[in-house]
């Protein structure tokens, strides 16, 4: 596609339920990043991807988030068991080539909200 | 830890003015830096990149790289209100391998007419 698309846009969700959230990287980028913002703060690294593998998890906040890719292309980032410090914006964003000045393209991100 | 620190702001400036906008970061190792804009609700684009000591100029825009400093700066000539926006500094620390990019927490910009 033309850029990254994030699915859904906005999520809500009751306390102690499961959310998936979906990232299509641009076509041909290998590698894919999780990041979240909550409101007023600055991105925080999740998880990172290349190709199918994560070499890096070292973001993911607790064993209740996870995240898969597959055919090398999309991700989904599964959060279980959602709780109300997990409300934020979840942003993806996909890049040409692991490399240090291959920039990242983000998504329009997903609104978590857990009441 | 390794952390990238910005000025919160907000940043006000007249319309026409310089807009300069600061960060610092602790991994001395570091070799790529980068500088996202993100409006209110939008997600972040890049509107710079720099590698090497010194300047490097794109239109209105001018990054400054200061490595023994730990030093990177942005600098928006002839300000517009569209500039108007959070600027995210962005440094990829060294030794992770994976390149992940490190933020800060972002500068809020705020050009009046």
């Known amino acids: 596609g033309a850029g990254v698309s994030q699915s859904p846009s906005n999520k809500v969700t009751e306390k102690g339920k499961d959310v998936e959230l979906r990232c299509d990287p641009i076509s041909g980028h290998t590698a894919l990043y999780w990041y979240r913002q909550s409101l007023g703060q600055g991105l925080e690294f999740l998880i990172y991807f290349q190709g199918n593998s994560a070499p890096d998890k070292s973001g993911l906040p607790s064993d209740r988030f996870s995240a898969e890719r597959t055919g090398g292309s999309v991700s989904t980032l599964t959060i279980q068991r959602t709780q109300q410090e997990d409300s934020a914006v979840y942003l993806c964003?996909?890049?040409?080539?692991?490399?240090?000045?291959?920039?990242?393209?983000f998504g329009n991100g997903t609104r978590l909200t857990v009441t | 830890q390794k952390e990238v620190e910005q000025n919160s702001g907000p940043l006000s400036v007249p319309e026409g003015a310089i807009a300069s906008l600061n960060c610092t970061y602790s991994d001395r190792g570091s070799q790529s830096f980068f500088w996202y804009r993100q409006y209110s609700g939008k997600s972040p684009e890049l509107i710079m990149s720099i590698y090497s000591n010194g300047d490097k100029e794109d239109g209105r825009f001018t990054a400054q790289l200061n490595k023994a400093s730990q030093y990177v700066s942005l600098l928006i000539r002839d300000s517009q209100p569209s500039d108007s926006a959070t600027y995210l500094c962005a440094v990829i620390l060294s030794g992770a391998g994976s390149y992940q990019l490190t933020f800060g927490k972002g500068t809020k910009l705020s050009v009046i007419p």
């Open positions: 964003a996909s890049s040409l080539l692991n490399r240090g000045n291959s920039p990242l393209h």
